[in-house]
């Protein structure tokens, strides 16, 4: 079976440190891989997807980056991360070009 | 712009009694719609889904309904259990590979 796992679980930053979070996906293959933020209390919004070993789509502007070095790990970046960086970041695989979406457990990240 | 929303933020559900969890979608581009569970601490957990083409799938105590012409999708459980506290998303897509989600409704099981 699939599985998803992200670490760290928590992270506590200091305002303009760097940051890296990394998600690695088992028992499949080029999967799709999806990074999410989600702020307190509210809905998941997409931050980056990829469809393949280096294809990374932004879809806001913002402080953070992706990258996929290998098939099924996909890491999330800052040089600088700023107050409003803090939140719920959560990991997600799916299927090449199809549907569901299968999330990780997620990293809180606090920005101090 | 297109936006998916739910009409309550909160549900109390009284244990055994059925849940009805409401869903608004707004673009009529929308061809797969998906529930997610998410519990404290945790990351959202595939519940069901269904595809514009149908317009009522079954689960395990879960049913979600389609209605196309209202736009508006639900997630019915039955006989509530303490477990299914939770916050419930829904999601919607217009192709395979985005998933935009709604704000959230936290459902709340009295015993």
């Known amino acids: 079976s699939q599985t998803i796992h992200q670490w760290p679980a928590t992270l506590v930053q200091p305002v303009g440190s760097p940051l890296s979070l990394e998600c690695t996906v088992e028992?499949?293959?080029?999967?799709?891989l999806y990074w999410y933020r989600q702020a307190a209390g509210r809905g998941l919004q997409l931050l980056f997807y990829?469809?393949?070993?280096?294809?990374i789509s932004s879809e806001v502007p913002q402080n953070l980056s992706a990258s996929r070095p290998q098939d099924r790990q996909f890491i999330l970046s800052s040089k600088k991360l700023l107050l409003s960086d803090s939140g719920f970041y959560l990991c997600?695989?799916?299927?090449?070009?199809?549907?569901?979406?299968?999330f990780g457990d997620g990293t809180r990240l606090s920005i101090l | 712009g297109e936006s998916v929303g739910l009409h309550l933020p909160t549900l109390s559900v009284q244990e055994g009694d059925n849940s009805i969890i409401n869903c608004a979608y707004s673009?009529?581009?929308?061809?797969?719609f998906i529930w997610y569970k998410q519990e404290s601490g945790k990351g959202p957990q595939f519940i069901i889904d269904?595809?514009?083409?149908?317009d009522k799938r079954q689960g395990q105590r879960v049913t979600v309904l389609l209605n196309k012409t209202v736009k508006h999708l639900s997630l019915q459980i039955a006989a509530t259990q303490p477990g299914d506290s939770a916050v419930y998303f829904c999601?919607?897509?217009?192709?395979?590979?985005?998933?935009?989600f709604g704000a959230g409704t936290t459902v709340t099981v009295r015993a």
């Open positions: 269904i595809r514009s083409n149908m």
């Open positions: 028992g499949t293959s080029n999967p799709n």
């Open positions: 999601a919607e897509s217009s192709n395979d590979y985005k998933l935009s």
């Open positions: 997600a695989w799916s299927v090449q070009g199809a549907q569901p979406q299968h």
């Open positions: 673009n009529s581009a929308s061809d797969y």
């Open positions: 990829s469809v393949g070993i280096g294809q």
